[in-house]
């Protein structure tokens, strides 16, 4: 018999299991207003499948021959909805709760044995969620970069890719029992402030940028069928895994001050949550097609997420979202326990379920779903809304056509995780993602033929921990000392500080020694998670304690100008370290996973030319000054708010968003673009003030007119085509970025617009052409005070770079 021991760290109101076993599990378990006992009951109920259930060959499955496969659900000849119907109708009250949860119950009866929906996969396999085991015969799964420096490589064919590897290896391992085959994955919430703990888990401030990612994860993890269905093919709706877009919505802040994530109540405009907060789950929904999305902790607008019908309607009655709604773990409880929205426990259960959420993480639902029904509070048919939409999911993954040992991907296995493919992509990823931040003189790239010694510096240099926040166990991990000490005959290394927190400067003397020695010195400083996670932002965009301190006296004591390579998500305020000469070159490595050693050794010795971009603004120490829990985007002179992200932000930046350097230069060309466009205006609404153009045509008099009035928008997109010059002496990568400006101001418009990107390989002194999309409707235009997009008319200036090209947008 097993024996579950557990120690607890607690705060005020959250408990966090620091049991090994749990493998840095993090979800947080309610313990304000319940005694130990109930407390530990929800923890032993949520996780007990982790330490009691040995890994099978293959998991045991619905429909099982020879009782249980005549059932009408486990006909695959008939609708998944009359399936799903048919076998709702077999169950009990009793069972229908016990589906209400993460951990859903087995039923006995008609063969169906229990299920895990939490599983984790933001970046890799991961071991937070009960869902997943390393302790079977697969014991390692590929750690690709962390999102926030995959989105760095601005390449939607990289991030397809990176899901379709980590969907092989989790189904490989839902093979082997170790796995589910729902995972919690993306993370789309906007960084929309620089001290976000899990800023590092998103694809950075952009909404459109947001979107693409999650559009292209969720394809290629969920498996060719998502995007069958997003070519209106209907015919097979099957999917080979279940991803899900979280956290829906304005959820950006774990703790600071007196708010907690759990507690906090975002307060959001219509305008930003339109063209914010809310088109990375649209994208997510709409053109990816995710079968699964996850509310949040926080309130909206004074309701809590997971409750406000507001936001579900919109999902389920506007996107067309076909999936099941999760909430985030516990987040039932706090509508009761700490939100205070609800009376009781009853009450917030059938929120919740009103609203359209289906499924609990925690035990919530499963203690009180029973009294609240006879309480009258919810209806049995408002939970068999709820089953349809779980097992609708299930069927579309498989699970109820019999022996998955026959199934279409019965074959993988062991040999299909950790493959040399899956590791290089993870290196692509790394070396597409890393940013170069400064280089001045062409201090870089070092010549690795010339035998230089080395000297590696920092406390982050020398761990192999690289993956950030919702990471696994890696294939093969190594810390970037050692990727950097296969390209040089000669390399020492000092930490310069005890660990990342630098409180002390007794290893500076070491570190000069050898700084003083070297040809060349790289400096690894930055933060880790240990400053930054779930349940933790930052107070201050400064390196840590004493890190800065050490970098500068190791810059004024080398031989030559040093190399300062920076970790962690979020942006840091390197100001002196940007100004200083004797630091030529920095370089943003973020979380660059398992490979991250190699692919920085690459760029720093020039086997590889650096292409990164950031997606996100890095703020001067100053923005800490910013309330933390305003969501304002737009900003606000009168009373000295500075607004927040590229799009709006009107303070001073240490780097903005999109900069990344290389060891090239390049020029752009427009190639072929419209110059006009006259769209056509359905007649309705207010009345227009009206003129005769030199055609005798009547246009309106004014500055902007709403999308939905627009009957044209779809005819008028158009591919912008342009040549890029690679004018230095290395091949490589070149993101291209198309910008737009506003004719005029318009309250409310962005100061600056991503409308599309492109990631292109070029030759030395060689052109290559690429094209980006552009859909006037939706990317030249942006939210008013209502939350209505509308389209500003006049002269819309297009740029890349310092190209510029004006788009006429007219209206008749």
Same mark, same amino acid.
Not at 567 to 574: E, M, Q, R, S
Not at 650 to 667: A, K, M, V
Not at 700 to 718: G, I, K, R, T, W
């Given at each position: 018999?097993?024996?579950?021991?557990?120690?607890?760290?607690?705060?005020?109101?959250?408990?966090?299991?620091?049991?090994?076993?749990?493998?840095?599990?993090?979800?947080?378990?309610?313990?304000?207003?319940?005694?130990?006992?109930?407390?530990?009951?929800?923890?032993? &109920?949520?996780?007990?499948?982790?330490?009691?259930?040995?890994?099978?060959?293959?998991?045991?499955?619905?429909?099982?021959?020879?009782?249980?496969?005549?059932?009408?659900?486990?006909?695959?000849? *008939? !609708?998944?909805?009359?399936?799903?119907?048919?076998?709702?109708? &077999?169950?009990?009250?009793?069972?229908?709760?016990?589906? &209400?949860?993460? =951990?859903?119950?087995?039923?006995?009866?008609?063969?169906?044995?229990?299920?895990?929906?939490?599983?984790?996969?933001?970046?890799?396999?991961?071991?937070?969620?009960?869902?997943?085991?390393?302790?079977?015969?697969?014991?390692?799964?590929?750690?690709?970069?962390?999102?926030?420096?995959? @989105?760095?490589?601005?390449?939607?064919?990289?991030?397809?890719?990176?899901?379709?590897?980590?969907?092989?290896?989790?189904?490989?391992?839902?093979?082997?029992?170790?796995?589910?085959?729902?995972?919690?994955?993306?993370?789309?919430?906007?960084?929309? /402030?620089?001290?976000?703990?899990?800023?590092?888990?998103? !694809?950075?401030?952009?909404?459109?940028?947001?979107?693409?990612?999650?559009?292209?994860?969720?394809?290629?993890?969920?498996?060719?069928?998502?995007?069958?269905?997003?070519?209106?093919?209907?015919?097979? /709706?099957?999917?080979?895994?279940?991803?899900?877009?979280?956290?829906?919505?304005?959820?950006?802040?774990?703790?600071?001050?007196?708010?907690?994530?759990?507690?906090?109540?975002?307060?959001?405009?219509?305008?930003?949550?339109?063209?914010?907060?809310?088109?990375?789950?649209?994208?997510?929904?709409?053109?990816?097609? @995710?079968?699964?999305?996850?509310?949040?902790?926080?309130?909206?607008?004074?309701?809590?997420?997971?409750?406000?019908?507001?936001?579900?309607?919109?999902?389920?009655?506007?996107?067309?979202?076909?999936?099941?709604?999760?909430?985030?773990?516990? @987040?039932?409880?706090?509508?009761?326990?700490?939100?205070?929205?609800?009376?009781?426990?009853?009450?917030?259960?059938?929120?919740?379920?009103?609203?359209?959420? /289906?499924?609990?993480?925690?035990?919530?639902?499963?203690?009180?779903?029973?009294?609240?029904?006879?309480?009258?509070?919810?209806?049995?048919?408002?939970?068999?809304?709820? *089953?349809?939409?779980?097992?609708?999911?299930?069927?579309?993954?498989?699970?109820?056509?019999?022996?998955?040992?026959?199934?279409?991907?019965?074959?993988?296995?062991?040999?299909?995780?950790?493959?040399?493919?899956?590791?290089? #992509?993870?290196?692509?990823?790394?070396?597409?993602?890393?940013?170069?931040?400064?280089?001045?003189?062409?201090?870089?790239?070092?010549?690795?033929?010339?035998?230089?010694?080395?000297?590696?510096?920092?406390?982050?240099?020398?761990?192999?921990?690289?993956?950030?926040?919702?990471?696994?166990?890696?294939?093969?991990?190594?810390?970037?000392?050692?990727? &950097?000490?296969?390209?040089?005959?000669?390399?020492?290394?000092?930490?310069?500080?005890?660990?990342?927190?630098?409180?002390?400067?007794?290893?500076?003397?070491?570190?000069?020694?050898?700084?003083?020695?070297?040809?060349?010195?790289?400096?690894? @400083?930055?933060?880790?998670?240990?400053?930054?996670?779930?349940? *933790?932002?930052?107070?201050?965009?400064?390196?840590?304690?004493?890190?800065?301190?050490?970098?500068?006296?190791?810059?004024?004591?080398?031989?030559?100008?040093?190399?300062?390579?920076?970790?962690?998500?979020?942006?840091?305020?390197?100001?002196?370290?940007?100004?200083?000469?004797?630091?030529?070159?920095?370089?943003?490595?973020?979380?660059?996973?398992?490979?991250?050693?190699?692919?920085?050794?690459?760029?720093?010795?020039?086997?590889?030319?650096?292409?990164?971009?950031?997606?996100?603004?890095?703020?001067?120490?100053?923005?800490?000054?910013?309330?933390?829990?305003?969501?304002?985007?737009?900003?606000?002179?009168?009373?000295?708010?500075?607004?927040?992200?590229?799009?709006?932000?009107?303070?001073?930046?240490?780097?903005?968003?999109?900069?990344?350097?290389?060891?090239?230069?390049?020029?752009?060309?427009?190639?072929?673009?419209?110059?006009?466009?006259?769209?056509?205006?359905?007649?309705?609404?207010?009345?227009?003030?009206?003129?005769? =153009?030199?055609?005798?045509?009547?246009?309106?008099?004014?500055?902007?007119?709403?999308?939905?009035?627009?009957?044209?928008?779809?005819?008028?997109?158009?591919? #912008?085509?342009?040549?890029?010059?690679?004018?230095?002496?290395?091949?490589?990568?070149?993101?291209?970025?198309?910008?737009?400006?506003?004719?005029?101001?318009? !309250?409310?418009?962005?100061?600056?617009?991503?409308?599309?990107?492109?990631?292109?390989?070029?030759?030395?002194?060689?052109?290559?052409?690429?094209?980006?999309?552009?859909?006037?409707?939706?990317?030249?235009?942006?939210?008013?005070?209502?939350?209505?997009?509308?389209?500003?008319?006049?002269?819309?200036?297009? =740029?890349?770079?310092?190209?510029?090209?004006?788009?006429?947008?007219?209206?008749?």
């Amino acid at each position: 018999m097993l024996t579950l021991q557990l120690s607890c760290q607690c705060t005020k109101l959250y408990c966090t299991s620091t049991k090994s076993n749990y493998q840095n599990g993090k979800k947080p378990v309610m313990l304000h207003h319940q005694p130990t006992s109930i407390f530990f009951f929800t923890l032993l &109920l949520i996780h007990l499948p982790q330490f009691t259930t040995a890994p099978n060959p293959f998991p045991d499955y619905p429909c099982k021959p020879p009782h249980h496969h005549h059932h009408p659900f486990c006909d695959q000849s *008939l !609708p998944i909805q009359t399936r799903a119907t048919s076998l709702i109708s &077999l169950l009990t009250l009793s069972d229908k709760i016990n589906q &209400l949860s993460n =951990n859903a119950s087995s039923i006995p009866n008609l063969g169906i044995p229990s299920y895990q929906w939490w599983s984790e996969s933001l970046h890799g396999i991961a071991t937070n969620g009960p869902g997943i085991d390393f302790n079977g015969t697969i014991k390692s799964a590929t750690d690709f970069p962390q999102v926030i420096v995959s @989105a760095s490589s601005f390449n939607r064919s990289l991030w397809f890719l990176i899901g379709s590897a980590v969907a092989v290896e989790a189904r490989a391992m839902y093979n082997f029992g170790q796995a589910g085959l729902s995972f919690w994955a993306p993370n789309v919430n906007i960084f929309r /402030d620089p001290r976000w703990g899990r800023g590092q888990e998103t !694809p950075g401030e952009d909404p459109m940028v947001a979107s693409a990612y999650a559009v292209e994860f969720v394809r290629g993890f969920q498996g060719g069928k998502g995007i069958k269905k997003v070519l209106n093919d209907q015919d097979d /709706d099957e999917i080979m895994l279940s991803a899900c877009c979280k956290h829906y919505n304005a959820y950006d802040l774990e703790k600071w001050g007196q708010f907690a994530r759990y507690n906090f109540n975002a307060v959001v405009s219509q305008q930003d949550l339109e063209d914010s907060y809310q088109p990375p789950f649209r994208g997510c929904v709409q053109q990816g097609k @995710a079968s699964c999305l996850m509310c949040s902790y926080n309130a909206v607008n004074g309701v809590p997420a997971c409750v406000s019908e507001d936001l579900m309607g919109l999902v389920r009655n506007k996107w067309g979202f076909e999936g099941y709604i999760t909430s985030d773990c516990d @987040a039932v409880a706090t509508v009761f326990e700490y939100q205070h929205y609800a009376k009781s426990p009853e009450e917030a259960v059938a929120d919740v379920l009103n609203a359209g959420v /289906d499924i609990n993480c925690g035990t919530y639902m499963l203690r009180h779903a029973q009294s609240a029904i006879e309480q009258g509070m919810v209806k049995e048919e408002t939970l068999d809304k709820a *089953l349809l939409n779980l097992f609708s999911v299930q069927m579309r993954l498989g699970l109820f056509n019999g022996d998955p040992r026959k199934g279409k991907y019965s074959k993988l296995g062991p040999q299909d995780v950790c493959t040399p493919e899956h590791r290089k #992509l993870a290196l692509e990823a790394a070396r597409q993602g890393i940013v170069l931040l400064k280089n001045d003189n062409k201090f870089l790239p070092l010549d690795r033929k010339a035998g230089v010694s080395l000297a590696v510096i920092g406390p982050m240099a020398n761990t192999s921990k690289l993956g950030g926040g919702y990471s696994g166990f890696p294939c093969s991990p190594k810390s970037l000392y050692d990727g &950097l000490k296969e390209y040089v005959p000669t390399i020492s290394y000092s930490s310069g500080c005890r660990d990342v927190q630098c409180d002390s400067d007794d290893g500076f003397p070491e570190a000069i020694d050898i700084a003083k020695e070297a040809d060349f010195v790289v400096i690894v @400083a930055g933060i880790s998670t240990i400053q930054e996670t779930e349940d *933790l932002d930052r107070v201050s965009l400064l390196l840590p304690g004493k890190q800065m301190e050490l970098v500068l006296r190791i810059a004024a004591a080398s031989k030559r100008p040093v190399i300062l390579v920076l970790t962690g998500g979020g942006p840091l305020d390197v100001s002196s370290a940007e100004v200083n000469q004797h630091i030529a070159s920095i370089l943003w490595v973020g979380y660059p996973g398992e490979t991250g050693g190699k692919a920085l050794a690459e760029i720093i010795f020039g086997e590889i030319n650096p292409a990164g971009r950031l997606p996100m603004t890095w703020y001067p120490e100053s923005f800490t000054s910013v309330p933390m829990n305003d969501m304002r985007m737009r900003a606000d002179p009168s009373r000295g708010y500075p607004g927040r992200t590229y799009r709006f932000y009107t303070g001073s930046r240490i780097y903005g968003f999109g900069h990344g350097l290389s060891y090239s230069d390049f020029s752009y060309r427009f190639l072929s673009a419209p110059s006009k466009l006259s769209f056509s205006r359905i007649t309705k609404g207010g009345p227009r003030k009206s003129l005769l =153009n030199k055609e005798d045509q009547e246009v309106y008099e004014a500055d902007h007119v709403q999308v939905e009035e627009l009957q044209n928008c779809n005819s008028l997109s158009f591919l #912008l085509h342009v040549s890029v010059m690679n004018l230095g002496d290395m091949d490589g990568s070149h993101v291209v970025m198309l910008f737009s400006k506003w004719p005029k101001v318009i !309250p409310g418009s962005p100061e600056n617009q991503l409308v599309g990107f492109s990631r292109v390989h070029t030759v030395s002194n060689e052109p290559m052409e690429t094209s980006i999309f552009v859909d006037p409707c939706e990317h030249l235009s942006f939210a008013d005070e209502q939350g209505k997009r509308i389209l500003p008319l006049g002269n819309h200036i297009l =740029n890349i770079g310092d190209v510029e090209h004006i788009v006429s947008i007219e209206i008749y």
